[in-house]
């Protein structure tokens, strides 16, 4: 789940980001996984592009490439955007992800709010298309890690703040390199 932070009052951030020359930087990845994104929320084509762009960018600095797929029997992983907020999403929350027990990746989903998304849009004065890359991006890492968990920093971070959608903007939220190492043995995994 994604939350954004509150801040009262004055609040210093630090932010803690890998250096440029980063584990898998800007090496071609071989590795692909599948993602059938279902849009419940009726994004506009060149919107939609726009975010897997994004998404795709965060996953290939970490040695995987996304195909966004259209056919649903072709799809590792499901992923919807939904247009209202689901009963179930507390607070800020942006989204979530269902994680199964089972061999078939594809059982698991995952989902984000764009009613949601826009509320956060406004609170962090940042484009609604960042901060839903940023929520797809971190709930997809749910899924392809298989873990609610979450990190201290980067596109794990279980709140989404200001910081994260900045270094979003330069290519620069990324996963741990732990994460990172444990998605590519995942994706390897999942390839055979």
Excluded: N
């Excluded at 800020?92 to 269902?98: I, K, N, Q």
């Amino acid at each position: 789940m994604y939350r954004i932070a509150r801040c009262c009052g004055i609040a210093a951030v630090l932010l803690l980001t890998p250096s440029r020359a980063s584990y898998a930087s800007d090496v071609p990845p071989a590795l692909v996984v599948r993602v059938r994104l279902v849009d419940m929320a009726g994004l506009v084509d060149a919107v939609e592009r726009q975010v897997e762009s994004m998404v795709g960018v965060v996953f290939r600095r970490a040695g995987l490439e996304l195909d966004f797929v259209e056919v649903p029997g072709h799809a590792d992983f499901w992923m919807q955007i939904l247009k209202q907020r689901p009963l179930h999403l507390r607070g800020d929350t942006t989204g979530f992800a269902v994680l199964v027990r089972s061999d078939r990746s594809s059982d698991s989903y995952a989902a984000v709010s764009m009613a949601i998304v826009e509320e956060t849009s406004r609170e962090l004065d940042a484009p609604a298309v960042e901060v839903l890359a940023a929520s797809i991006a971190h709930e997809l890492g749910h899924l392809l890690l298989h873990s609610p968990g979450h990190s201290r920093s980067g596109i794990m971070k279980a709140r989404l703040d200001r910081t994260q959608i900045e270094l979003l903007e330069r290519g620069e939220l990324l996963f741990t390199r732990d994460e990172a190492a444990r998605l590519v043995e995942l994706a390897r995994r999942l390839a055979r």
